[in-house]
């Protein structure tokens, strides 16, 4: 390995842009992967019938679009990002569903008297465009001097995201609106009457507006194999199939880990106060996932939910509300917040209609949640179990089985709380850098957290190149 300037152990969204940039600005670059396929969560597979694609994880990716990672490294010229014509959905019993289309103002008009109300809150963090979503994924800086507009933004943004989700419901007069905010608000994992469960639930709708709700045609693998196509032509190496056990057993200057704190801990020599820092990171609750080859698509009670590309199934907020506060008690929800996709929605390149969707349980849960799912897809689509031709259902503890970084099925790389949202794994102005010299950690477990925007690994590559590096100008 002495023939490489840096290593990066992890091919997820993270360590695959921490090596890009590592490469772009000349250093030869190793990327390591365990797994025989790269990608982590983007990875894909025929996981039920032969020709039928399913996405291990990460299908839907608003954030590659929207962060500045994802934008500095040109990804849209990558591979065709394709879009449903409805971003999301959230059906209700007894009336029409919440649709949560491209455009805000069709979104505002067709929620009647919270009309108002959705375009002063995600209408306007979408109307703040890439200068806020730049601010608000980058925690911890750096950020470009931002213009007074920018901070006026950033400041409403701010005021509302801090809230409870439960509390900026009262915001909207309408139960659809307020469901519609709760079902957004849930990608969180937390109790929805937790601080800053608005700000999870502002932030994705805005970027239903802002960017859209895209999935990459042939499923998340191909994106992850033109990264790893990209960081070749730049003259790196990528190798998978080979798990990395021992830190010293790599020799370069610079070494970027995409991977969790208690992995990391096994894999070095650490001083004894970082060590016990990293101890105290908390991974969130599981999930349990279920895919499904169909013989058509989703029969759902309101029609116009099959043109949406993700679903959220689970009724009221207050309903909601229940299931997920019932999770954070370590508890199982009798009748969970699901979280639906339908890839065929944007994508007719997938072997037939697949379906995914998962529910939130406790972290490391063995529990089967098929019937509970099933039972909240039949109760706004009857009829959905006659579609079903094959099913594979994966508990939290399968899932982190099939990739060490979702430990419990903690698919977020730890407890996405206020107090733990810039304390990932420790508490530090640059928590990506550790005290091991030319060592610096990447994964989900950093800022700004989970999904596919690739900050940690950028964040730690600036670093390893020798601090703030400006960030490419606001733009897609």
Known sequence: MSAFDAVVVGSGPNGLVGALTLAAAGRRVLLLEAHERFGGGLRSEEATLPGRVHDVCATVLPLALASPAFRSLGVADLVRFTHPAVPAAHPLDGRDAVLVHRDAGRTAEELGRDAGAWRATVGAAAGGGFPLVDLLLKPLGPWAPPGPRVLADAARFGALAALPATVAGRLFRTAGARAALAGMAAHSTLDLRAPITAGYGLMLASLAHLVGWPVVEGGSQVLADALVARLRALGGEAVSGH???RLRDLDADIVLLDVM???????????PGYRRALARHRHGPGVFKVDWALDGPVPWRDPRVASAGTVHLGGTM???ALSE???ARGR???RPFVLVVQPYAADATRGGHTLYAYCHVPNGSTRDMTGAIEAQIERFAPGFRDRVLARRAVDSAGLAAHDVNLVGGDINGGLGSLGQFVR????SRAPWR????GVFLCSSATPPGGGVHGMGGWQA?????GGNVAGPPSGP
């Open 318 to 320: 207050e309903e909601i």
């Open 261 to 271: 704190p208690g992995q990391f801990a096994a894999m070095a020599e650490l001083p």
């Open 434 to 437: 550790t005290p091991l010299p």
């Open 424 to 427: 990932r794994p420790v508490w």
């Open 325 to 327: 506060a019932e999770v």
């Open 243 to 245: 798990r990395v056990r």
């Open 461 to 465: 590559a600036r670093l390893a190149l």
């Open 332 to 334: 199982h929800s009798p």
